[in-house]
Structure formats: C-alpha cells, structure tokens
C-alpha cells in the first residue's frame, strides 16, 4: 500500500499563506490524492481531492506535480479557527475504496 | 441536515461481553466504511461496504464483524471484544466511494 509522509508539525500566524507537503513516493495509478482535517475528538472531514495539475475549491487549493509523487495543500489566509491536523489520505479506487491515512500534520495557527 | 451518526458515543465494557455501534447516514450514500484510530498509527480501515448486503474486510477486520441490510445502516459488532480493541472508532460514509468522505462524529470504546 502506498505510504504517505507529512511534517510532525508547523506553526503560522493568522492571515498568512499555508502550504503542507505530502510525500507520496509508491502512488498508484489508481489512487487519488485527497486531504482531510480533524479537530480534537472529532471526525476528519474533507477538504480537497485530485488526481493531478491543480485543484482549487472555495477553502484551498491542491497543487500535484506531473509524476505524483508529492502534492501540496495550500490554505490562504489562515485563522485560529484552522488550527488542526491535516491529513493526506490516498484514496485507493476499485479496492475498497480505502483512504490510506498517515500520521498527520498538526497546524498551529497563533494571533 | 445531511449527517452520519454513531452511537454510543462513549462506551466502557468488559472483556467477552458482545457489543454493537451503530452508524447510520441519511444521505443515500452507497458506500460506508468502519475505520479505527490509534495513537502514532492513524486511521485504518476495518470493513467497508459498497452497498447493501456487500461488505468486504478492511485493513484490520480481526475481531470486528459488520452488516449492511439496509442503505443507510452499517452497524460494527464486536463478538467478544479484548482489551486491544480500545480504540477510536469512525464510521464513514461515501456517495460511491471514490470522492467524499463522510466521516461521523466518532465512538470511544474502552474494552477492560
């Protein structure tokens, strides 16, 4: 199964630019790159999904280079309220319909 | 407003005594999906279902059985539960599986 690797952590300040990383060096061709956040005992809820170039949505934008191997998450303006962590699932299509989650990467957003 | 939910959301049970989650969604969604989260190993996949009387096992199905006989119903059954199965527990849901998912609001369950 295709493995994904994202920062322990990172830190910002509100109103600036947020890009995550996403390594995801075994993807498949059959595997969607999606993104999902959690709060504290909360369930993780989506935010973007693609498959390659450029996706953007009303809350980021998701930019995947041609050989797939890493995608990044870009979140404009952050607030306070986007402190959490995030999470770089594959979606594994025609096998379960699986979502591979990793370990995450817990956004601190400070005043 | 268009929800999955679980219940209980907080349970505390002994060693052997059979429990069942329950996870309903009322989006008409065809696929749903247990997962469980564990510090330091994120979420993984127990069982799956692309529609009704179609489930299919996860990444760790040991110890977990699951039906699907109605759409909107897909409860988790544990027939004899063992401490390694305290966890937090997600209940999914999906249009067809491959974009959105749906994620409840989660189930604590502590198995002593």
């Known amino acids: 199964l295709a493995k994904t690797t994202q920062p322990i952590s990172m830190d910002s300040y509100e109103g600036q630019e947020v890009n995550i990383t996403c390594s995801h060096n075994?993807?498949?061709?059959?595997?969607?790159i999606t993104w999902y956040q959690q709060f504290p005992s909360q369930g993780p809820r989506f935010i973007i999904q693609?498959?390659?170039t450029k996706v953007t949505n009303e809350v980021a934008s998701l930019f995947i280079p041609a050989d797939r191997k890493s995608s990044t998450l870009s979140l404009p303006r952050v607030s306070l309220s986007d402190t959490a962590v995030y999470y770089c699932p594959l979606l594994l299509t025609g096998g379960g319909n699986k979502l591979t989650f990793g370990t995450g990467t817990q956004l601190k957003v400070e005043l | 407003e268009a929800q999955v939910t679980q219940n209980p959301r907080y349970l505390i049970t002994v060693t052997g005594k059979k429990l069942t989650v329950t996870c309903s969604q009322n989006?008409?969604?065809?696929?749903m999906s247990w997962y469980r989260q564990d510090p330091g190993l994120g979420l993984r996949q127990i069982y799956y279902?692309?529609?009704?009387?179609?489930?299919d096992k996860g990444d760790v199905p040991e110890g977990y059985k699951v039906s699907r006989k109605e759409k909107r119903n897909f409860p988790l059954i544990l027939e004899s539960p063992s401490p390694n199965q305290t966890s937090l527990y997600f209940c999914?849901?999906?249009?067809?599986?491959?974009?959105?998912?749906?994620f409840g609001p989660g189930t604590r369950l502590t198995v002593l």
């Open positions: 075994n993807i498949a061709t059959n595997d969607y």
């Open positions: 989006m008409n969604h065809e696929y």
């Open positions: 999914a849901s999906s249009l067809t599986g491959d974009n959105e998912q749906f």
């Open positions: 279902s692309m529609n009704v009387e179609a489930t």
């Open positions: 693609g498959y390659k």
